[in-house]
């Protein structure tokens, strides 16, 4: 399609300074609590030995007693416990997080809190980070697919694509995996297991970063480049793009396991989402549905039904005990020890939509080829809706204080726009009849690209 080069440059500098940008704000939020204080939610600083677990909630990571709390014991005396000790059924008294009454209090201070900074720039700045990363990597994940799966089929790097059967199995494996590792964090969470799940991940996203930035090198030279080896035994044929952003991978690697540095997992999280929105396409429209409607359910069911079944929100504690790029970090204030705090979104949240965003817009660009239609309408308008739909999450998040299925609102609204849009164009038999081969299976040869790119 005209301009999608240009287009795609652009959108590479929009996520560098989208990242840049942040970064910078965020560190306005930075101040120092001297060592032996605590800063409280009202501003004011106090000693350690003066905190009160009644008012203040558990004790937090810059107290002695952190990850503990006192009970009285049959004689009457009190004693430090570890709060992983406490019963199981309870009693919880005050320092641990499951106490009632402060579970009571935080949560109405967190809606008025929420309520006060709505249209604050405290309140709007960790959102406006969300929207703007989330849509970028999207969009550009989504176009980038596009130019892919225009090249020569000669030129191109066959990707692998999900047929319906795949669909079907993706909630029930995605729950296996996810219910899996918080099993392991639970009864295994040794610092050395979290090290070598992290180490796992970050080694997933350097190789992601090598593709990336050869996909990004081919971009700017309208040119493929060319292998400087194989190595037949691991199937790998890396570019010199391709080995340098494995170099600065590795080095960003090594930043972000010894700091857990947030900017560092935001690079990676946002490398590694571009790459599963470029290289993983679904066949046809009813794969996409199937896949949608399957991981909604599978998100719904782990956020909202998984605490009464296994006395904890698998989603979220997965998410917070893994110290990986799993999800993107958004600054939002700085706690009273002077550690930042982050809200989150899952990069199932970008990619699980932006695979099927990225089908649109090869169907959009199949249109385009046909002298059907002029732009993206259907990626358009739903990347309209999918900003649409994480508005309605931060909002219903913000308004009942509680930890949101993103892929509840997002699903909806994107299956509503890509019908819509169909419907309203009287393309809807056409668009689900629109199949792409799977090109790891069967590359005819000598086949036209759907598709011409043209600068």
Same mark, same amino acid.
């Given at each position: 399609?005209?301009?999608?080069?240009?287009?795609?440059?652009?959108?590479?500098?929009?996520?560098?300074?989208?990242?840049?940008?942040?970064?910078?704000?965020?560190?306005?939020? /930075?101040?120092?609590?001297?060592?032996? =204080?605590?800063?409280?939610?009202?501003?004011?600083?106090?000693?350690?030995?003066?905190?009160?677990?009644?008012?203040?909630?558990? #004790?937090?990571?810059?107290?002695?007693?952190?990850?503990?709390?006192?009970?009285?014991?049959?004689?009457?005396?009190?004693?430090?416990?570890?709060?992983?000790?406490?019963?199981?059924?309870?009693? #919880?008294?005050?320092?641990?997080?499951?106490?009632?009454?402060?579970?009571?209090?935080?949560?109405?201070?967190?809606?008025?809190?929420?309520?006060?900074?709505?249209?604050?720039?405290?309140?709007?700045?960790?959102?406006?980070?969300?929207? !703007?990363?989330?849509?970028?990597?999207?969009?550009? *994940?989504?176009?980038?697919?596009?130019?892919?799966?225009?090249?020569?089929? *000669?030129?191109?790097?066959?990707?692998? =694509?999900?047929?319906?059967?795949?669909?079907?199995?993706? $909630?029930?494996?995605?729950?296996?995996?996810?219910?899996?590792?918080?099993?392991?964090?639970?009864?295994?969470?040794?610092?050395?297991?979290?090290?070598?799940?992290?180490?796992?991940?970050?080694?997933?996203?350097?190789?992601? !970063?090598?593709?990336?930035?050869?996909?990004?090198?081919?971009?700017?030279?309208?040119?493929?480049?060319?292998?400087?080896?194989?190595?037949?035994?691991?199937?790998?044929?890396?570019?010199?793009?391709?080995?340098?952003?494995?170099?600065?991978?590795?080095?960003?690697?090594?930043?972000?396991?010894?700091?857990?540095?947030?900017?560092?997992?935001?690079?990676?999280?946002?490398?590694?989402?571009? /790459?599963?929105?470029?290289?993983?396409?679904?066949?046809?429209?009813?794969?996409?549905?199937?896949?949608?409607?399957?991981?909604?359910? #599978?998100?719904?069911?782990?956020?909202?039904?998984?605490?009464?079944?296994? *006395?904890?929100?698998?989603?979220?504690?997965?998410?917070?005990?893994?110290?990986?790029?799993?999800?993107?970090?958004? $600054?939002?204030?700085?706690?009273?020890?002077?550690? =930042?705090?982050?809200?989150?979104?899952?990069?199932?949240?970008?990619?699980? $939509?932006?695979?099927?965003?990225?089908?649109?817009?090869?169907?959009?660009?199949?249109?385009?080829?046909?002298?059907?239609?002029?732009?993206?309408?259907?990626?358009?308008?739903?990347?309209?809706?999918?900003?649409?739909?994480?508005?309605?999450?931060?909002?219903? =998040?913000?308004?009942?204080?509680?930890?949101?299925?993103?892929?509840?609102?997002?699903?909806?609204?994107?299956?509503?726009?890509?019908?819509?849009?169909?419907?309203?164009?009287?393309?809807?038999?056409?668009?689900?009849?629109?199949?792409?081969?799977?090109?790891?299976?069967?590359?005819?040869?000598?086949?036209?690209? $759907?598709?011409?790119?043209?600068?």
């Amino acid at each position: 399609p005209v301009g999608l080069r240009g287009s795609l440059l652009t959108l590479h500098g929009l996520l560098l300074l989208a990242l840049l940008l942040f970064a910078l704000l965020s560190r306005a939020m /930075v101040y120092t609590v001297p060592e032996g =204080m605590f800063g409280t939610p009202d501003g004011q600083l106090i000693r350690l030995s003066d905190y009160d677990p009644a008012e203040l909630g558990p #004790y937090p990571s810059c107290h002695p007693h952190f990850g503990e709390h006192q009970r009285t014991l049959e004689n009457g005396t009190l004693a430090w416990v570890k709060n992983s000790e406490a019963p199981a059924e309870g009693p #919880y008294p005050a320092g641990h997080p499951q106490n009632p009454e402060w579970l009571e209090k935080s949560h109405q201070d967190a809606v008025r809190s929420n309520a006060k900074n709505r249209f604050r720039w405290a309140g709007l700045q960790p959102n406006l980070h969300l929207l !703007s990363l989330a849509t970028l990597c999207v969009l550009l *994940g989504a176009k980038h697919a596009v130019w892919l799966f225009t090249e020569p089929p *000669g030129s191109r790097e066959a990707a692998p =694509m999900l047929q319906k059967e795949d669909a079907y199995w993706m $909630p029930i494996m995605g729950s296996c995996v996810l219910f899996g590792l918080f099993v392991v964090l639970k009864y295994l969470g040794t610092d050395w297991i979290k090290m070598a799940i992290t180490g796992v991940v970050v080694l997933m996203c350097v190789f992601c !970063s090598g593709t990336n930035a050869d996909h990004f090198v081919a971009l700017v030279r309208s040119k493929v480049s060319a292998p400087l080896f194989t190595i037949k035994l691991l199937d790998l044929s890396p570019t010199a793009a391709e080995l340098g952003g494995m170099c600065v991978g590795g080095a960003l690697a090594v930043i972000f396991m010894l700091s857990k540095n947030w900017l560092v997992n935001n690079v990676f999280g946002a490398s590694f989402a571009a /790459v599963g929105i470029k290289m993983i396409g679904i066949s046809n429209f009813v794969t996409g549905a199937v896949m949608l409607s399957g991981l909604f359910v #599978y998100d719904v069911f782990w956020v909202f039904f998984s605490k009464p079944l296994f *006395g904890s929100n698998v989603m979220v504690s997965v998410a917070k005990g893994i110290e990986a790029p799993i999800k993107l970090m958004f $600054p939002r204030s700085f706690g009273g020890c002077g550690a =930042m705090q982050h809200s989150m979104l899952g990069l199932g949240d970008i990619v699980v $939509p932006g695979i099927f965003l990225a089908f649109l817009a090869k169907w959009d660009a199949v249109r385009i080829g046909e002298r059907k239609a002029e732009s993206f309408v259907y990626l358009n308008a739903c990347m309209v809706a999918y900003v649409l739909s994480l508005i309605t999450t931060i909002f219903v =998040m913000l308004f009942f204080n509680a930890a949101q299925p993103a892929l509840l609102y997002i699903v909806p609204y994107v299956l509503a726009a890509s019908v819509g849009v169909a419907c309203a164009r009287g393309e809807f038999r056409e668009l689900w009849g629109f199949s792409i081969p799977d090109e790891t299976v069967e590359a005819p040869a000598g086949a036209d690209p $759907p598709a011409k790119k043209d600068d």
